[in-house]
């Protein structure tokens, strides 16, 4: 069956860097683009950006571009989202999502989530 | 960037009851909406695709329906296990894929 286990909670000072590994197995890893989302109280369901895991190309939402870095590797099935910068406002849960297939927006698969806390 | 707007923020019913939650979109996404459920702690789950198509493994009770702007997502007497939120998310003109803020579905 298809997992998504992504990396532990935590917690990072403003300006800090953070990056959460999301490590795929029950598929072929390349055959699926890659979401990342992320969960905050005030902002809800946000999408960072997705990755195709199959020669790393990947689309970034405006909003973070120059900030996230979303890159795999093929021998582990494993994604990163680094995010730089950090900011209180950066305090969520981030999801690793998986694509159903060619890219094509749907989300079936999600990783259990990281808790990321920024703060001084 | 396209806006979904859900309503009710919250709807309160019984077991057994059946809910309709409201997803629109702020201009068309054709039938590029899908609806998914997360409970306190847990990652959401695909519950519908494409407007009106059940996920795999999904009770036959949730059916979803709806094209362009305006979409329903029912569930068909309610069960204790269905209280949770539920998130709805357009792809049809994309990136940015685009959720909406979500209806919390509690017991009354």
């Known amino acids: 069956q298809v997992q998504l286990v992504q990396s532990g909670a935590e917690v990072k000072k403003p300006g800090a860097s953070v990056k959460v590994s999301c490590k795929a197995s029950?598929?072929?890893?390349?055959?699926?683009?890659m979401h990342w989302v992320r969960q905050t109280p005030g902002q809800g369901l946000e999408w960072m950006g997705i990755?195709?895991?199959?020669?790393?190309?990947?689309t970034y939402a405006q909003n973070f571009q120059g900030t996230v870095t979303m890159t795999s590797d093929t021998s582990t099935s494993t994604v990163y989202m680094e995010l730089n910068s950090l900011r209180s406002e950066d305090t969520a849960v981030y999801y690793c999502?998986?694509?159903?297939?060619?890219?094509?927006?749907?989300?079936?698969?999600w990783g259990q989530g990281t808790l990321v806390t920024v703060s001084s | 960037e396209i806006v979904l707007t859900q309503s009710p923020a919250t709807l309160s019913l019984s077991p057994g009851e059946r809910a309709t939650l409201s997803c629109r979109a702020s201009q068309s996404v054709s039938n590029y909406l899908a609806w998914y459920q997360q409970k306190p702690g847990q990652a959401p789950r695909l519950l519908i695709y494409d407007a009106s198509n059940r996920a795999t493994g999904i009770p036959a009770r949730f059916s979803g329906s709806g094209s362009g702007t305006d979409f329903t997502l029912t569930i068909s007497g309610l069960e204790p296990e269905d209280f949770a939120f539920y998130y709805c998310l357009q792809r049809s003109n994309w990136p940015p894929v685009t959720f909406g803020q979500g209806t919390r579905l509690e017991i009354k």
């Open positions: 990755i195709n895991p199959s020669g790393g190309s990947t």
């Open positions: 999502a998986r694509d159903t297939v060619g890219g094509s927006g749907l989300i079936d698969y």
């Open positions: 029950g598929y072929t890893f390349t055959s699926n683009y």
